[in-house]
């Protein structure tokens, strides 16, 4: 009975070290007001789109194929995925989860060769813990050499 005691309390200090690592490996991340599987909707409040060649000046343009278009005056609704990421309707945009606060998260992609980074920021009420603000710019870059033009568009939501 004794030889069988120690074993078990052998076995029992053995699992203590997993089960410890086990529990710091993966700390959950503060996704704060906006957890995965949040949903909410807002209106398109501003639509600005931009373009740019060398030269440096910039001029109003219509949105470039290939970024997510919003018309002003509609309802849009955003989702947030499993890894925080903001996500745009039927998938159009998914933009990676960076930072939050109290009552502002932010989203930014990498930078993939001369692809711009898109960014985004949500604002939350600090009473209603719901989206009241959403800021979305996207770039994209075309051409190459001196025929370069860079686009960068600008959603505000409200």
Do not use: W
């Amino acid at each position: 009975m004794k030889t069988l005691l120690i074993k078990a309390i052998v076995c029992c200090a053995a699992l203590v070290p997993f089960t410890q690592v086990k529990a710091a490996e993966a700390p959950a991340r503060n996704y704060y007001n906006l957890p995965p599987g949040t949903k909410f909707t807002l209106t398109t409040k501003n639509v600005v789109s931009t373009k740019a060649g060398l030269d440096g000046r910039a001029k109003q343009c219509p949105v470039p194929t290939g970024v997510p278009k919003f018309t002003k005056g509609k309802k849009v609704t955003f989702t947030i995925g499993s890894k925080g990421e903001l996500k745009g309707p039927n998938n159009t945009f998914s933009t990676a989860f960076k930072s939050a606060s109290a009552d502002t998260t932010v989203y930014v992609d990498k930078q993939v060769g001369t692809k711009l980074p898109d960014t985004a920021a949500v604002k939350t009420s600090l009473v209603t813990k719901k989206a009241t603000y959403t800021q979305l710019a996207f770039h994209k870059v075309t051409g190459s050499g001196f025929g370069t033009t860079v686009y960068f568009v600008v959603y505000t939501f409200e």
